[in-house]
């Protein structure tokens, strides 16, 4: 009791911490924009960085999230935050064997032939460790942190808090949609069987991928916080980056990390929406391993619709195509000078998939050019008044953006065009609504788990 106690009151502190930080950030930003004074942004941002990576819990995985929405903060501190590092300091072996023994009983380590004390991999939610099964099957144990349930309610108060400072600097963007997705989301993220079903939904529309790899659940060894699975070996992006100079190898890789995130979204509906490089590595084949599932959302059969209907739109310059693809994605109110804005930051996530030749995913590798668009974007929303974007671009903007950073660290120059129209070629929204309700059923997923299921449309 008294470690649990110690733990909440740890806790606690670094709250205080962190809400000392964003309260002078609150004031610095009030006093830049309305008196003139001069804030040390990098300075200020490092702290923010610092205080916020203290935190085990979702209120980093938050800041990451931020840190890829465009404009979403000030540039200092999403590049802070994007900096935040995953593998976070891990639970000891003592609070891990309290942890476990909670999970499986006091007898667990009968259950497995080894367990590897030292985590394998540490993050914001839980930590991994390496274990052999009794038939000598490598396997990995996530594990989740205590009280997370708890975690989660105090972090989401801290993320309102960071939206509400960010609406006050500005109003370019409405930020309650982005706050209640997020909300959604990292709840969804503590359901370890919730996980599993997700787990087994990739296996079943990846199936045909070569390219892809899924591990397998082990349900006699998983709880609602303890996920075991089969082990799959890989390395780094960033390793595989810097031992691969063969730039056929890298534009590989980059093609099957395109196929792994848009076949399950364009045939089923389903987009991973972390493509963080923590939630996967690459096979000695050049392969994708993706090893997290908790950050996955179904969408509705027309607002997949709406994402081919766009790219059509802007192929044939059909604005009227253009605004029914917006009203599919679920925005409201757009008068022609909301779609002229909103066109400008499609017309840059789409331009790779308009031209037919091999071409990077930026012709300015810097991303540089990215950001120039970002921020035309953002003067010209505020010109407008701003916008409330629904809930479900936040997840596919994040993975098309996290995707983006993938294919320029890669150097990949990849057809996109063809990759996407051969995806699409196809594509009839009933049959990928029946996709969807045939792979639930066939996955053992609940009607009920998704909230935005395939009866929606």
């Not at 830049?32 to 610092?50: I, M, N, P, S, T």
Request: glycine share 8%.
């Amino acid at each position: 009791m008294a470690s649990d106690n110690a733990s909440v009151s740890g806790r606690f502190r670094r709250y205080a911490k962190v809400t000392g930080t964003m309260g002078n950030l609150a004031v610095k930003m009030a006093g830049e924009r309305y008196l003139g004074l001069k804030v040390d942004r990098e300075k200020h941002a490092a702290e923010l960085r610092d205080a916020l990576g203290g935190l085990k819990g979702p209120l980093m995985k938050v800041a990451q999230i931020l840190a890829t929405i465009p404009e979403a903060l000030p540039r200092e501190y999403a590049e802070e935050l994007a900096n935040l590092q995953t593998d976070a300091p891990s639970m000891g072996w003592l609070f891990v064997k309290r942890r476990m023994a909670a999970e499986l009983g006091a007898d667990w380590q009968s259950r497995f032939a080894s367990f590897e004390k030292t985590a394998a991999a540490a993050a914001s939610l839980g930590q991994v460790h390496q274990a052999v099964s009794h038939d000598g099957q490598t396997l990995a144990c996530k594990l989740q942190y205590p009280d997370m349930a708890n975690a989660v309610e105090g972090d989401l108060r801290q993320l309102k808090l960071i939206l509400s400072l960010y609406e006050r600097y500005d109003n370019a963007i409405s930020t309650g949609e982005i706050h209640q997705e997020l909300a959604e989301r990292l709840a969804e993220e503590l359901d370890y069987r919730r996980e599993a079903s997700n787990m087994r939904l990739y296996a079943h529309m990846l199936k045909d991928e070569a390219g892809a790899n899924v591990p397998t659940p082990l349900d006699d060894l998983s709880t609602d916080r303890l996920l075991t699975m089969t082990w799959i070996d890989g390395m780094r992006l960033k390793r595989f980056i810097e031992e691969t100079p063969d730039q056929d190898a890298r534009n590989a890789v980059a093609v099957n990390m395109f196929r792994t995130w848009y076949v399950p979204f364009y045939y089923y509906g389903v987009i991973h929406g972390d493509p963080h490089p923590g939630n996967y590595t690459i096979a000695e084949d050049g392969s994708v391993n993706l090893l997290d599932y908790g950050c996955i959302r179904l969408f509705r059969p027309n607002f997949v619709s709406g994402v081919i209907d766009l790219y059509k739109a802007l192929r044939d310059g059909d604005n009227d195509l253009a605004v029914r693809a917006y009203e599919n994605w679920g925005f409201t109110g757009l008068d022609q000078d909301a779609i002229n804005v909103l066109n400008i930051w499609a017309e840059f996530i789409y331009t790779p998939l308009l031209e037919d030749k091999a071409r990077p995913i930026q012709e300015m590798r810097s991303g540089s050019h990215g950001r120039e668009v970002a921020m035309k974007v953002y003067e010209e929303l505020k010109r407008i008044g701003g916008v409330q974007p629904p809930r479900e671009f936040v997840l596919m903007d994040r993975a098309a953006i996290g995707l983006g950073s993938v294919f320029m660290h890669l150097k990949a120059e990849v057809n996109w065009h063809q990759l996407f129209e051969g995806m699409i070629d196809d594509f009839d929204e009933k049959a990928l609504a029946k996709r969807q309700r045939e792979a639930a059923q066939l996955c053992g997923i609940p009607d009920n788990i998704y909230r935005h299921d395939a009866s929606a449309s």
